[in-house]
């Protein structure tokens, strides 16, 4: 077992981040709409927040961006790299971990 | 300038924090893209112009902290934005050394390139080039225009390659001003040594090339005029919101805390310290050299100095060891004055012999008639352009004798253990013998110390039939060498075959480094 569990809230962006962007490339404003209508406008916050994270996941070489024509319209597309396909199986894993064992304490199993 | 004023916040925060130009236009773009984004959506929703942007600029959020976290993070993805005290603080003085030697690299492959594609005028011919390895002043006045231009370059590249890291990693003006103020520092007080056969790193207190120290400091300058400018034509940000924003961003998203919890941090936190540990150990050592340099100077040396010019005093007024000394005219075999320089550039004019006490003295024990020098060449004087024989012939004794005792010198001697002269003794039934003068054994360099302490420990001869018989000065060790003495030694040899009588004598150079001179000779 591990020693101690993964910074999971500080990681909850870049998990979004990362399983949006397996599934197709994205630019920023259609990750931000995304995570919204998934979450049911559960998670809110600065839109803007989104672009310092896949900044840095694009420099840690976890995303690769590409500017792409669609519609008439230039943008920033995100793809997820090998190595992001990799690190988001590890906060995957980690997330189903944490909230398994939250789930439990919550319905108060081991009592 | 953006019209949206939150982009135009974004653009100029960016900039006040060092954000990279190219990174710098591309998220402005981005983020200007999802603002018209909002604003577009908040459009076709029915709202009004000025309603559309302000609820755009309310859902993208406060662009200015929006800034501070982008750089964080830019900052957060490198290793110079993670440590930059290890990267701009402690690495620009270590980075001068491989930054003049990749400079001197890139001038010997110029040069080398040169010579193949325009001949052998563009190269350093070999002779010239041994000529002055073994030749140390004509060595320095080749080498330092050339070793001045490297530094040069080499300051000036170290201090563009922190400006470019600081500028890439984004850690802002500060660590620009940092790393070149510590660039600047640096090129006062560390400079590089070329000598023939040597290459080093020295270190001074701050002297007199003091262009050195301005260059790092100007590429600063240079940085800093260019980020005020384009801050200036940006839009400004109100205080209070710059204030708000910075405080929100120290505890949010990739805050300095965050990088607390990182072990490649505090890896390079210990390694600082080592570093750190190591400078202040090595300054302390060398503050105890100095203090026992200075003991050496100003006590020990000069003591041990005095004694041993007591000591060649008492040899000089003893009476004469030799039985029946004959002490050979050499006047009319004399080359060099005393008053002539005995090697050294050629404008010195003033290291020579002049000390030297003219006419019959008693040197070692055995009186000689000095009257100036017997110069011969060696390949020091050779290639410094000076012209003196290989060989003094016929030196006339016409005497038997037991013993021969030899007032001599020589410069330039850097190997030990190698015959640097050879005397020929001339019997009077045609044959003859020979009388080897070796390096370390029979004779050591002119200039040297004559004390004891830390003098190294080949500063005394080895041979049993040889002592130093005089020292003295001129202006020029004095100035040169001040802790060094002239040395001239007093050589005792036995005559291979007594029972014949020397007709002459030839004095001979094998022409090593050294050059061997001559001022008396006495037989008995």
């Known amino acids: 077992m591990r020693k101690s569990n993964p910074n999971f809230l500080n990681g909850v962006p870049e998990l979004l981040v990362l399983k949006l962007l397996s599934r197709r490339e994205m630019y920023g404003y259609e990750i931000v709409k995304a995570i919204k209508a998934e979450t049911h406008q559960t998670l809110a916050f600065g839109e803007g927040c989104i672009y310092p994270y896949l900044h840095y996941l694009a420099q840690e070489k976890l995303l ?30 980690d997330w189903n971990r944490v909230t398994s064992g939250i789930s439990l304490l919550m319905r108060g199993e081991h009592a | 300038m953006h019209e949206a004023a ?31 984004d909002l604003k577009e959506a908040a459009l076709e929703e029915g709202l009004t112009e000025s309603e559309a942007e302000a609820r755009a600029e309310a859902e993208l959020g406060d662009s200015v902290l929006l800034a501070e976290y982008t750089v964080a993070a830019v900052r957060r993805a490198s290793w110079w934005g993670r440590h930059p005290v290890l990267g701009f603080g ?73 400006c470019w890291l600081a500028r890439h990693a984004a850690v802002g003006m500060k660590w620009i001003w940092t790393a070149c103020l510590i660039c600047s520092v640096n090129s006062l007080v560390t400079y590089p040594m070329i000598g023939p056969g040597f290459i080093g790193i020295g270190f001074a207190l701050p002297s007199s090339n003091w262009f050195h120290a301005v260059l790092p400091i100007s590429v600063a300058l240079v940085a800093f005029i260019r980020q005020r400018s384009t801050e200036n034509r940006l839009a400004s940000i109100p205080e209070e919101k710059r204030l708000n924003a910075r405080q929100k ?140 024989p290989v060989i003094v012939k016929h030196i006339p004794i016409l005497r038997r004798c037991a013993r021969l005792h030899l007032l001599h010198g020589a410069s330039a001697v850097r190997t030990l253990d190698k015959k640097i002269a050879r005397l020929v003794l001339h019997y009077a039934d045609g044959s003859q013998a020979e009388i080897g003068i070796m390096a370390g054994q029979d004779v050591l360099d002119w200039w040297g110390p004559i004390y004891n302490t830390e003098a190294g420990e080949e500063h005394q001869t080895t041979s049993p039939g040889t002592e130093l018989a005089w020292a003295g000065g001129n202006p020029w060790i004095k100035q040169r060498a001040p802790e060094f003495s002239l040395r001239l030694y007093r050589s005792t040899f036995a005559n291979p075959r007594p029972d014949l009588e020397i007709s002459s004598i030839d004095y001979v150079s094998t022409l090593t480094d050294a050059a061997p001179f001559l001022v008396g000779l006495t037989i008995d």
Not at chain 2, 104 to 110: I, M
């Open chain 2, 90 to 162: 402690l690495l620009p003085p270590l980075a001068f050394i491989p930054a003049w030697v990749i400079c001197s690299a890139a001038l010997v492959g110029t040069c080398w390139l040169l010579g193949r594609m325009f001949g052998s005028a563009y190269q350093i011919d070999e002779g010239a080039a041994r000529a002055m390895t073994v030749n140390p002043d004509s060595f320095r006045n080749f080498v330092a225009p050339a070793n001045e231009a490297l530094m040069l370059v080499a300051i000036l590249l170290s201090a563009l390659v922190f």
């Open chain 2, 249 to 388: 961003a120290a505890g949010g998203i990739f805050s300095k805390q965050s990088i607390y919890r990182m072990p490649t941090y505090w890896a390079m936190a210990v390694f600082a310290a080592a570093v750190l540990a190591i400078v202040i150990f090595v300054e302390v050592m060398s503050a105890q050299d100095k203090a026992e340099h200075l003991d050496l100077r100003g006590r020990v040396w000069p003591a041990e100095r005095a004694a041993t010019l007591r000591q060649l005093g008492a040899r000089q007024s003893a009476a004469s060891e030799s039985s029946n000394p004959i002490m050979i005219d050499l006047k009319a075999r004399v080359n060099a004055s005393l008053l002539a320089s005995v090697d050294g550039p050629a404008n010195v004019k003033d290291n020579n012999l002049a000390d030297l006490p003219r006419g019959i003295h008693t040197f070692g024990g055995v009186p000689f008639d000095v009257e100036g020098r017997l110069q011969l060449m060696g390949r020091n004087l050779i290639e410094s352009g000076k012209k003196f």
């Open chain 2, 6 to 36: 939150a982009i135009g916040q974004f653009e100029r925060r960016l900039v006040e924090l060092g954000c990279p130009a190219v990174r710098l236009r591309e998220k402005v773009r981005e983020l200007a893209e999802h603002y018209g």
């Open chain 1, 64 to 93: 690769s961006s590409r500017r792409k024509e669609v519609g008439g319209r230039s943008r920033n597309y995100y793809q997820l790299t090998r190595r992001g396909a990799k690190r988001l199986e590890v906060l995957d894993t």
